[in-house]
């Protein structure tokens, strides 16, 4: 069992910065990849972006690309998105999640987070 709590989220300015952070419970958090989810009202949950278990690979989301980084530290079983560049679109719930093997784009992963509410002001 692994479970995730986010943090970070909030309201900021369109071209701010915000950084979100996951924390995991459990001592096999290195096993997994993770990712970030985000929700818009009335849309569909959609992959934002993901990292293998050891770092070395992240993918993203051609909307966030050059402007979203994700990272983990297995040491104190966290991930984070470092958001830059924030546009008023960006204004969702994000969520963490966890699965084994590869991340991918779908919504197919074991664990999810409860969400942080990020708001991009105009």
């Known amino acids: 069992q692994v479970l995730l709590r986010e943090s970070g989220g909030g309201l900021v300015q369109a071209g701010g910065s915000v950084r979100l952070s996951c924390a995991a419970s459990?001592?096999?958090?290195?096993?997994?990849?993770m990712a970030w989810f985000r929700q818009a009202p009335g849309k569909e949950r959609e992959f934002v972006a993901g990292?293998?278990?050891?770092?070395?690979?992240?993918y993203y989301a051609d909307s966030v690309k050059g402007r979203f980084t994700i990272s983990r530290a297995n040491n104190n079983s966290t991930v984070s998105l470092q958001m830059n560049s924030l546009k008023p679109e960006d204004t969702a719930v994000y969520y963490c999640?966890?699965?084994?093997?590869?991340?991918?784009?779908?919504?197919?992963?074991?664990?999810w987070g409860q969400g942080t509410q990020v708001t991009v002001s105009s």
């Open positions: 999640a966890a699965r084994r093997g590869l991340p991918v784009s779908t919504t197919s992963y074991e664990y």
């Open positions: 990292i293998i278990w050891n770092g070395r690979s992240t």
């Open positions: 459990g001592r096999t958090f290195a096993s997994y990849s």
